[in-house]
């Protein structure tokens, strides 16, 4: 059999510091070994400061379009700007902008790279590069996204499309709701996706496997296990979210709030170690440096 390599990404490190305390910890204790850190959110000097003492964790850019602050002044990027000086609030408003043409991709490059290189100031290399919301699906967005990769060296760009056919998990009726409506949406995107496919290649960039969008805010033990036993031959990512709920978090636009803890459990579980080491999965990151643990203990 190939080999099947599987980086497991954290998104949102930087967003408050109870999330950074899951990421962390999943790192130390479970099979994470990726995280894509924000540029400029309440917590983003706390990684950035114990990123430094985490060598083994691969740390891409989770860069912000929609719900956040901008890096550069928000007069300097005027078309990305709600009413309050702050990005719009999710990815709808935003895409529907970008079709009307009411955004400036100029002022996109122009805060991208902004994004990065204050990544890039703290003395972090960037892995690879993602987005909040998946805002940079959008083919234009990407494209500017994937020559930014190109531009800087960073090796991996996402492509948010979960290939095959999506199979619901076994969770509750709202949760179950929720995943139709992200497995739907995943279908929808297959043409951008495609496109975008094109794009990294053009550029020499890797766009992995891509896994657990469907399963945002509801993964669960079996759905976890399902994927991992799934993972393809190559390179495969699988996007989860890990964290603790803390006051900043349950102040903030995010439907992912327990769910946080249920994943940081998940990736803890001896069980979830277990699977891995008999399906015989290389746990990567995004540079494909194997991640060497120091510890294994259980968080519950």
């Known amino acids: 059999m190939a080999p099947r390599h599987l980086v497991v990404n954290a998104d949102d490190l930087g967003l408050t510091a109870g999330v950074n305390d899951g990421i962390f910890d999943a790192h130390d204790a479970g099979i994470l070994t990726s995280a894509s850190l924000i540029a400029n959110a ?14 083994s964790l691969g740390i891409g850019v989770h860069l912000m379009l929609v719900d956040g602050t901008p890096v550069l002044p928000p007069g300097d990027v005027p078309t990305l700007i709600a009413d309050d000086e702050r990005f719009r609030p999710s990815w709808k408003p935003f895409i529907a902008a970008c079709l009307e043409r009411r955004v400036s991709l100029v002022e996109v490059e122009r805060e991208l790279t902004a994004q990065i290189e204050r990544v890039r100031r703290a003395g972090i290399e960037p892995t690879h590069l993602d987005s909040h919301k998946h805002v940079h699906a959008y083919p234009p967005v990407f494209a500017i996204v994937a020559r930014l990769a190109a531009r ?3 090796p991996v760009v996402r492509i948010p499309y979960e290939g095959g056919v999506g199979r619901v998990g076994q969770v509750g009726p709202a949760g179950r709701a929720g995943q139709v409506g992200q497995v739907l949406l995943n279908w929808a995107m297959w043409p951008w996706a495609r496109r975008n496919y094109r794009t990294a290649a053009s550029l020499g960039l890797r766009a992995p496997n891509f896994v657990g969008r469907m399963h945002t805010g509801v993964i669960d033990r079996s759905a976890l296990h399902a994927m991992l036993r799934g993972t393809a031959e190559g390179v495969t990512e699988l996007m989860v979210h890990p964290g603790y709920v803390d006051e900043s978090l349950m102040r903030m636009n995010t439907r992912l709030l327990e769910s946080r803890e249920r994943e940081l459990a998940l990736l803890c579980s001896m069980e979830t170690r277990a699977v891995v080491a008999v399906e015989r999965i290389d746990l990567v990151r995004h540079d494909l440096n194997h991640v060497v643990k120091r510890k294994v203990r259980h968080v519950s």
């Open 42 to 55: 309440p917590a983003t000097a706390d990684a950035i400061r114990r990123v430094r003492t985490h060598p």
């Open 152 to 154: 800087f060296g960073i």
